[in-house]
C-alpha cells in the first residue's frame, strides 16, 4: 500500500433508538407495578441491545491505504484498485463504488479478507469502450452490533482511468478519412546541416571540417569535395486538442462524435508532418506542457495522440488562469507561450467552447507564432441527441460563428468542420489559407 489517509464519519442514530428505548422503559414499569418478572427481564433485554449499540456515538476515525493502481488500461481488461481501511473489528461493514459513469461498465466494491484491525476491499471495473472516465467513490457503511449507530460515507476517491483502444482497433480511430493531405505551412523544408542523411558535394572551402570530406570522391578529382547533409528534422509542430469538457460525460454521443472527427484530423496533420521529418507536439488546454511524439509515428505515437485526446475532455478548475506581466498577459488559460518554440506551427483544433482557448491562440498569433485553427462545430449532435429547445440551440450555433469571426479578425486562418464534412479537405483548406497567410507576413 502507498496512499494513506484518514476519514471522520459523521455518526447518525438509528431510529429504532427511541422507540426501543420507550419500550425497555414500559416493560419496566410494568414490572414493577405487577410484580412480575418477565415483564422485567424483557425490559432489561431491550435495555441492553440499545446500550450496547450507543457505546460509540462520535465520529469514526477510517485509516485508509490504497494501492497503486493502474492509469491505463486495454479495452476489455478490468481495473483492480486494492484498499486496507483499519476500523474496529466489532463493526459490521460493507462498501460500494458511487459516482461512476456508466459507460465504462459496472464498478463493483467487495470486501476481500477481514483482519483484527481492519478490512482488505478491492473495487473491479470493467471496459466497454475506450475513453477517459471518472470512476466514482469508495463508500463505506459501518453500524454498531444491532445498528442501532452507522456511520456512512466517502472515505477515497477511486480517480480516472484512461482506456485505450486494442492495437487491432486503433487505425480504425485515428484513420484519416483521406489518405495524402496537406499539413500546414510547415511542409518539412530542409536546408543543408549537420545530419545524419547525405544531400549533395560541394568543393572544400576554408573552415570545413576534416570529417566532412569525402575521400573517395576527392581522390578522383583535382579538387577536395565534402559532404552536405540534410538536418534530423525540418520544423516544429505543435497540435492544440481542444475538444468540448462534455461535463464529465466524455463518452456521451456528442463527446464521442466530436473526439472521432478531432482524432481523425490530429493524426492526419500528426502523420504527415512525422514523415517530413517535423518534430510533432500535442498540447492540451489548462493540461500542462507540449508533449512531443515519437519520431517514427508507429503504435506508441498514436497511443499518445489518444491519451492526449482524452485528456482534453476532462473537467479542469477555472482558478488562477492567467498570470498579468507589466500589463500583458504572459500565461493565458492555454498554455505558457515560452513552452512553444518560437518558429514552431500550431495549429488549434477545437470546438471553440472555452473562450480562454480564443484568447490564447490570439496571444500566441500577436506573438510571431504561426496559428491557424481547426473549428469542430458540435451543433447538429446537440440538436440531435439532447432535448434542448429551437432557439437554445440556434443561440450556440450563432456564439460559435461569432467566435469564428472573432478569431478570422485576427488574422487566424479557421476552417469550420460541421457534421458529415470531411475531414481531409478541410485539413487540406486550412494548409492553404496558412500558405496564403504566410505567404502575405512575408510579403
Known amino acids: 500500500m502507498s496512499d494513506s489517509a484518514t476519514r471522520r464519519l459523521p455518526a447518525r442514530r438509528d431510529r429504532r433508538v427511541m422507540p426501543y428505548t420507550v419500550t425497555a422503559l414500559a ?17 432489561v433485554a431491550v435495555a441492553a441491545v440499545v446500550a450496547l449499540g450507543l457505546r460509540r456515538t462520535g465520529h469514526l476515525e477510517v485509516g485508509v491505504q490504497r494501492a497503486p493502481a493502474p492509469e491505463r488500461v486495454i479495452v476489455g481488461s478490468d481495473v483492480k484498485i486494492s484498499f486496507r481501511l483499519v476500523v474496529p473489528a466489532d463493526l459490521a461493514l460493507s462498501a460500494s463504488a458511487v459516482g461512476a459513469v456508466d459507460d465504462i461498465g459496472p464498478v463493483t466494491a467487495h470486501i476481500t479478507e477481514r483482519h483484527d484491525d481492519g478490512v482488505e476491499i478491492e473495487v473491479r471495473a470493467g471496459t466497454g469502450r475506450w475513453g477517459r472516465y471518472r470512476l466514482g467513490d469508495l463508500v463505506v457503511r459501518a453500524s454498531t452490533p444491532g445498528g442501532m449507530v452507522l456511520w456512512q460515507g466517502a ?25 495524402q493531405i496537406s499539413s500546414g505551412a510547415h511542409l518539412a523544408l530542409r536546408s543543408t546541416g549537420d545530419g545524419s542523411e547525405f544531400s549533395d558535394l560541394r568543393e572544400y572551402q576554408p573552415g570545413d571540417r576534416v570529417r566532412d570530406v569525402n575521400w573517395k570522391v576527392s581522390a578522383r578529382r583535382p579538387e577536395a569535395f565534402v559532404n552536405r547533409r540534410h538536418p534530423e528534422r525540418g520544423g516544429d509542430v505543435v497540435i492544440v486538442l481542444d475538444a468540448v469538457p462534455d461535463l464529465g460525460r466524455h463518452q456521451s454521443p456528442i463527446g464521442a462524435s466530436v473526439l472521432q472527427r478531432m482524432g481523425q484530423a490530429a493524426w492526419a496533420l500528426a502523420r504527415n508532418h512525422l514523415a517530413g521529418q517535423d518534430r510533432v507536439g500535442l498540447l492540451v488546454p489548462h493540461g500542462g506542457r507540449v508533449a512531443w511524439l515519437p519520431p517514427r509515428g508507429g503504435g506508441r505515437a498514436r497511443y499518445v495522440l489518444l491519451d492526449q485526446l482524452m485528456r482534453s475532455v476532462e473537467p479542469w478548475s477555472s482558478e488562477s488562469d492567467e498570470t498579468v506581466f507589466h500589463g500583458q498577459v504572459r500565461t493565458t488559460g492555454l498554455l505558457n507561450r515560452h513552452d512553444i518554440p518560437p518558429s514552431a506551427l500550431v495549429i488549434g483544433l477545437s470546438t471553440l467552447d472555452d473562450y480562454s482557448t480564443l484568447r490564447s491562440l490570439s496571444a500566441l498569433r500577436q506573438h510571431g507564432r504561426t496559428t491557424s485553427v481547426l473549428a469542430f462545430d458540435a451543433t447538429s449532435e446537440v440538436r440531435r441527441h439532447t432535448t434542448l429547445d429551437h432557439q437554445t440551440v440556434r443561440l450556440a450555433a450563432m456564439l460559435f460563428d461569432a467566435r469564428v469571426r472573432y478569431l478570422r479578425r485576427m488574422s487566424t486562418p479557421v476552417v469550420t468542420v460541421r457534421t458529415g464534412d470531411d475531414v481531409g479537405r478541410a485539413v487540406g483548406r486550412l494548409a492553404e489559407l496558412t500558405h496564403r497567410s504566410v505567404r502575405r507576413g512575408a510579403a
Open 27 to 43: 416493560l419496566g414499569a410494568l414490572g414493577l407495578m405487577s410484580g412480575r418478572a418477565e415483564p422485567m427481564a424483557v425490559g
Open 155 to 179: 472515505v477515497a476517491e477511486l480517480g480516472t482511468v484512461t482506456v485505450l483502444p486494442r492495437p487491432d482497433r486503433i487505425d480504425a480511430v485515428l484513420a484519416p478519412p483521406a489518405t
